[in-house]
């Protein structure tokens, strides 16, 4: 009806914006989380859908921004935690995804974690990789380094070790090589420097021993042939 009769001059009275009359008798305020949706003569009062809102008196409900949310009735729209995100007019928030994270409240989208960091679902920020692992852009777990190479915290790749130094699987540092072994670049062991050969600690090849002299498997010098021999 919209409409509402004056007991004292018995007229029709238009009810006024943020009103309504459903029965004709006397106009009505529509409440928090309602809307008339129509400015004045309202008959009904009508509820506010999920992702809007409204304060008492309204002719229609407003949408609840980026970074909000809200379920159907509601007086206002709630932020989204870190970790989740949400765009205009969403009745929840969403988690982020492995690999993103969002770190403030009323976030509207996740970010991406950088090299050399991860984040399971639902973060709020990002781990760095521990030495020995490595990680692209937006990973959900770190990637160990393979034998003959190695990583510091927080890296986005993983660094082959030099000659004269190996290491094995996930390893955050090089190892040296003893005397009498060796190891080229990128190795995941040491070698054992065969007979008449001899090595130095960190040694990346064994050198051959020299005319008159001799050594026997991993030996760190070569001896002197005896007279006669």
């Not at 009275?13 to 400015?39: I, N």
């Not at 990680?135 to 915290?153: I, L, P």
Request: with cysteine; aromatic share 6%.
């Amino acid at each position: 009806m919209g409409t509402a009769a004056d007991v004292v001059i018995q007229a029709c009275v238009t009810c006024s914006s943020g009103r309504y009359s459903p029965t004709g008798l006397e106009c009505l305020e529509c409440g928090d989380g309602f809307a008339t949706q129509t400015t004045q003569g309202a008959s009904s009062c009508l509820p506010c859908a999920s992702g809007s809102y409204s304060h008492a008196l309204s002719v229609e409900c407003a949408i609840c921004p980026h970074g909000t949310f809200s379920p159907p009735r509601s007086s206002s729209c709630e932020l989204c935690k870190p970790g989740t995100y949400a765009s205009a007019q969403s009745s929840t928030c969403h988690q982020c995804n492995a690999g993103y994270f969002s770190s403030l409240n009323g976030s509207s989208l996740c970010d991406e974690c950088a090299s050399g960091r991860w984040s399971s679902t639902a973060s709020s920020s990002c781990t760095a990789c521990a030495p020995g692992r490595r990680s692209n852009a937006g990973s959900s777990s770190c990637d160990a380094c393979t034998g003959g190479s190695f990583s510091h915290e927080g890296s986005a790749f993983c660094s082959q070790c030099p000659a004269g130094r190996y290491s094995n699987a996930a390893a955050g540092a090089c190892v040296v090589c003893e005397n009498g072994t060796f190891a080229g670049s990128a190795s995941p062991a040491c070698s054992k420097c065969g007979g008449g050969r001899w090595s130095a600690r960190e040694a990346g090849e064994c050198a051959a021993c020299t005319r008159g002299r001799w050594s026997s498997i991993v030996a760190s010098s070569c001896s002197s042939c005896e007279p006669g021999k």
